[in-house]
């Protein structure tokens, strides 16, 4: 049995807060219930300073990096694009501590949407802002469709960490942001039918990310089931 440390979700916007006025830190209940599922034990890491990321990565096995807000461009060098979202460059400065803690401690790394693109930028990638910088014609973010239901294709690269995939596969979208330049140590291992990466790796390193929400599909879809049992148990 794997301990999985879940970093959480600040909800920092008092003003629009359901939790009662009060900042928490949270993860999508879907994360906890499919590692109990798999018969491992689940705990939120709340965000803290980034010095003490190490003191973290004591208590558990493994470290799942979710989705969320944007990434602060500061942190890749760039200037904020006009349809940047919101930001919160402390989650961001611990999150980034936290990966470089895991690495040292040969801890496996799962990344979820923001975290595909936090690992990217940790390895020196970039993002586009939006996906008006780009000239995709994917729908990357799929609302007003519901988050269990896929609606765009992927390919997936044989003979790497999602092989137990099906070639052609069909995941869900909920991203405005995008890979641009792909992060040193990285290997793009997925692409949606626009060139954009949408899963990448680092076996030596123990990373894997997805840019689609397998949390929101593993109990109608076997093989987004089957990427935290990967996760869990084989990293």
């Known amino acids: 049995m794997a301990i999985i440390g879940i970093l959480g979700t600040p909800y920092n916007v008092i003003e629009r807060s359901p939790f009662w006025w009060n900042k928490v830190s949270y993860t999508r209940q879907s994360f906890i219930d499919v590692f109990q599922d798999l018969g491992h034990t689940a705990i939120i890491l709340p965000v803290d300073q980034p010095?003490?990321?190490?003191?973290?990565?004591?208590?558990?096995?493994?470290?799942?990096?979710?989705g969320g807000a944007d990434i602060a461009p500061r942190f890749y060098h760039e200037e904020p694009h006009q349809k940047l979202e919101t930001t919160d460059p402390s989650r961001d400065a611990f999150e980034l501590a936290a990966v470089k803690a895991a690495i040292n401690e040969n801890k496996?790394?799962?990344?979820?949407?923001?975290?595909?693109?936090?690992?990217?930028?940790?390895?020196?990638?970039?993002?586009?802002?939006?996906?008006?910088?780009?000239?995709?014609?994917?729908?990357?973010?799929?609302?007003?469709?519901?988050?269990?239901?896929?609606?765009?294709?992927v390919t997936i690269k044989k003979n790497s960490s999602l092989g137990f995939l099906p070639e052609e596969y069909l995941v869900n979208s909920f991203h405005?942001?995008?890979?641009?330049?792909?992060?040193?140590d990285l290997t793009a291992i997925a692409h949606a039918t626009d060139g954009f990466v949408e899963a990448i790796e680092n076996t030596n390193k123990r990373i894997l990310a997805v840019q689609w929400h397998p949390e929101c599909t593993?109990?109608?879809?076997?093989f987004d089931k089957e990427i935290f049992r990967y996760f869990a148990e084989e990293l």
Not at 51 to 63: P, R, S
Not at 119 to 146: A, C, E, M, W
Not at 176 to 184: E, F, N, S, T
């Open 51 to 66: 010095e003490n990321a190490e003191k973290y990565m004591k208590l558990v096995d493994k470290i799942v990096l979710t």
């Open 108 to 153: 496996a790394i799962l990344g979820v949407c923001r975290g595909l693109q936090l690992l990217n930028v940790y390895f020196g990638g970039t993002l586009y802002q939006d996906l008006s910088q780009t000239s995709s014609d994917i729908k990357h973010r799929q609302s007003p469709t519901p988050q269990e239901i896929p609606t765009h294709h």
């Open 176 to 184: 405005h942001q995008v890979i641009k330049d792909l992060g040193q």
């Open 218 to 222: 593993w109990q109608t879809e076997h």
